[in-house]
């Protein structure tokens, strides 16, 4: 779930950069690096997501999404929408997670004792 949301995160970010440029006046020489940027490790770490630390950096490109708010405004929004994403399907991951390892130890221990 976290890679489809860091997926869909990485078009909404990169299509925030000609609004960054058009609409509020920011520079292409920093609209460009950090849109694109940032549109681009998303799709990094979305392929690295099968580690622990890619979560972190995941965590952080959350940040960078919401701190684009302070050049373009309406990312204040849209990178709140999907830092709260992000937290969902973090958080529903590790749910899931911690229930599939319940389970398998659940019908270990029960094989064990049929053994």
Sequence with gaps: MCAAV???EAIAIALSTPVMIAISDIRPALAL???LGLALLCVLVAGMLRREPAYL???AVQVGAVALGLLAPLMFV???LFALLWA???GLGRKIENERAAAFADYDRRRESDA
Aim: proline content about 7%.
């Design 6 to 8: 860091l997926s869909l």
């Design 33 to 35: 690096p950090l849109g």
């Design 57 to 59: 950096l995941g965590h």
């Design 78 to 80: 849209v990178g709140g």
């Design 88 to 90: 969902t399907a973090y």
